[in-house]
């Protein structure tokens, strides 16, 4: 069974960076689109980024743009969201989701799209 599990989440002052990491178990990982989404308190969960399995890479335009840089390791089964100058509206977990066998561009950054998930990790800056 896969497993994706998230790390690097944490307490941060507003401005400041995070790398978050989602390993995922399996010896599959080079064929996953990978996606991160976020969930604050009272809110649906949100499109972040999200990278294909060949390596494109997007972003949510308007909550992260140009703050936000998602990238993979397939050596290491890992994909990592680099989040930068972070600011209260950042505050949410981060889940990172994956779909074996890779997805159209157009579908990362819908959640339907996925079917494996992590349990999230908290990020909280502060202003």
């Known amino acids: 069974q896969v497993q994706l599990v998230e790390s690097g989440g944490g307490l941060v002052q507003a401005g400041g960076s995070l790398r978050l990491s989602c390993v995922v178990s399996g010896r599959t990982f080079s064929t996953y689109a990978m996606g991160w989404f976020r969930q604050a308190p009272g809110h649906l969960r949100d499109f972040v980024a999200a990278?294909?399995?060949?390596?494109?890479?997007?972003s949510d335009s308007d909550s992260v743009k140009g703050r936000c840089t998602v990238s993979r390791d397939n050596a290491k089964n890992t994909v990592y969201l680099q989040m930068n100058s972070l600011k209260p509206g950042d505050t949410a977990v981060y889940y990172c989701a994956g779909r074996g066998g890779g997805l159209p561009y157009s579908n990362v950054n819908r959640q339907s799209a996925y079917d494996q998930w992590g349990r999230g990790t908290q990020v909280t800056a502060s202003a």
């Open positions: 990278i294909t399995r060949s390596g494109t890479s997007t």
